[in-house]
T-cell receptor, first 114, second 116 residues
């Protein structure tokens, strides 16, 4: 089955700096890669996702890049703010007709310091 | 629009006792997922339903876990008997299953289970 590794497990940055979180996956058939943000005690929420037919996607301060050859993808957050502090999970999936099985990474605790 | 609803939010039981979790997905979502999230880990899929059919239950410990989704809407996940290692957050998620597009999964708030 799919295996997703995520690094680093913790990341501390100064407000305004950039943060990068990296993930690798094992199944070359995976074609959908979402990123979820989970604040303490709350539900995971999708912040951005990318399909295997594109190499990069941006949404304001957040961007995701995908390298299918190397089987890795990364989350980039620019101009970090204190409200970005949370745990971020990457995931990989093969889209099927009726839904998709997400395999999650182990999470990155991001702390944005003032 | 209401999100995915789960109850209870917290449950504390003694080992060997039974416990049940309930999930109401977003209206119109035909695919429902149950995940288990251990402390400091990402969610792990336990079972996935398409309408009322369980299409992926390979990760469900069937000796003690059971699930049902009556009429393809609400779902219940049961553990009987519970063990200490079952302490975790149990997350329900739902998505609209379409054949030609990618399906965002929306998560519920989860049920935090503590087994003493």
């Amino acid at each position: 089955g799919e295996n997703v590794e995520q690094h680093p497990s913790t990341l501390s940055v100064q407000e305004g700096d950039s943060a990068v979180i990296k993930c690798t996956y094992s199944d070359s058939a995976s074609n959908y890669f979402p990123w979820y943000k989970q604040e303490l005690g709350k539900r995971p929420q999708l912040i951005i996702d990318i399909r295997s037919n594109v190499g990069e996607k941006k949404d304001q301060r957040i961007a995701v890049t995908l390298n299918k050859t190397a089987k890795h993808f990364s989350l980039h957050i620019t101009e970090t703010q204190p409200e970005d502090s949370a745990v971020y999970f990457c995931a990989a999936s093969k889209i099927t007709g009726g839904g998709n099985k997400l395999t999650f990474g182990t999470g990155t605790q991001l702390k944005v310091e003032l | 629009e209401a999100g995915v609803v789960q109850s209870p939010r917290y449950k504390i039981i003694e080992k060997k006792q039974p416990v049940a979790f309930w999930c109401n997905p977003i209206s119109g979502h035909n695919t429902l997922y149950w995940y288990r999230q251990n402390l400091g880990q990402g969610p792990e899929l336990l079972i996935r339903y398409e309408n009322e059919e369980a299409v992926d239950d390979s990760q469900l410990p069937k000796d003690r876990f059971s699930a049902e989704r009556l009429k393809g809407v609400d779902s219940t996940l049961k553990i009987q008997p519970a063990e200490l290692g079952d302490s975790a957050v149990y997350l329900c998620a739902s998505s609209f299953g379409g054949r030609f597009f990618y399906n965002e999964q929306f998560f519920g708030p989860g049920t935090r289970l503590t087994v003493l």
